[in-house]
């Protein structure tokens, strides 16, 4: 391998590894979601779209009104109440509008 090549290989290594625009991985709260909203949170069969519809703190109400039994659903409730306070927190700002 020339030097050229070897430089031209080392800088764009460096590059890629300090760029920050490398992708960021959903909490691990989020894989509960995942399985009914779709991988990219945009629902499908009549289950609805989580990704950026609501602000992060109407997520955070709505996810506690499933948890009180105050908003209907089909298996919200169950689902919400397993998560913590931090839990509902970080789903929200992964799937809240920024």
Known sequence: MTTRLRMVSLGLATAWFAS???AQMPPVAANGCLGCHGVDGQGANGIP???RVQSKADFTATMKLFAENKKPGTIMGRISR???DQDIAELAAWFGKP
């Open 82 to 84: 397993g998560y913590t």
């Open 49 to 51: 779209a989580i990704m």
């Open 20 to 22: 920050p625009a490398q």
